[in-house]
């Protein structure tokens, strides 16, 4: 029917059905569906993230990329990198609890920078992720948000690559290296 929304499952059920190409990551973003190509300097800044976060933890670690996780406003993100509570339980459909999320990242690609700046930070905010990493190779840097409330992060951290990130402040006990976080 014109005019009818649809929810966030049938949207990817309809996305299932589709040829999407091998390599390619969909997100659903404010109820619009994006799909970018994943570039090697992304996978490989996603990589020494996972990395990071199983030296640190372990490798039962509770971490996941590009999974599917559902926030409010009609938002099917599959994040980069996010780490789970190590009790954190899946709901009664099968999927990861945004409320279980620990700290989340995002690795900024020229097809998604708008929205991994603007409305996934404004969701992560509003879901009350305590922690979000941009690393955006095209500037070299790394964007540390937490304390949010209300909506919105009331903290933010910009680093360039090279430089360690303390991330005890976001309740995490790592500090994460970037000085081997390509550049593009």
């Known amino acids: 029917m014109a005019g009818e929304e649809l929810s966030l499952d049938e949207l990817f059920e309809r996305l299932e059905r589709m040829p999407v190409p091998e390599g390619y990551k969909v997100e659903i973003v404010e109820g619009n569906i994006f799909m970018a190509p994943q570039r090697d300097i992304h996978w490989n800044i996603i990589r020494r993230l996972v990395r990071a976060l199983e030296d640190r933890f372990g490798m039962d670690v509770n971490v996941l990329s590009d999974v599917r996780i559902d926030f409010a406003d009609n938002n099917g993100f599959a994040p980069d990198v ?89 309740g995490l006990e790592l500090t994460l290296k970037t000085d081997e976080f390509p550049r593009d």
């Open 82 to 170: 996010a780490k789970l509570a190590d009790d954190a339980k899946k709901d009664s459909r099968g999927r990861w609890r945004y409320q279980d999320i620990e700290w989340v990242a995002e690795v900024i690609s020229k097809g998604t920078a708008f929205s991994d700046y603007g409305a996934k930070k404004g969701a992560y905010a509003k879901a009350a992720v305590p922690a979000y990493l941009i690393a955006d190779p095209y500037t070299g840097q790394c964007h540390l948000y937490t304390e949010p409330k209300d909506g919105e992060y009331h903290s933010h951290l910009t680093v360039d690559f090279g430089t360690d990130i303390d991330l005890t402040t976001a």
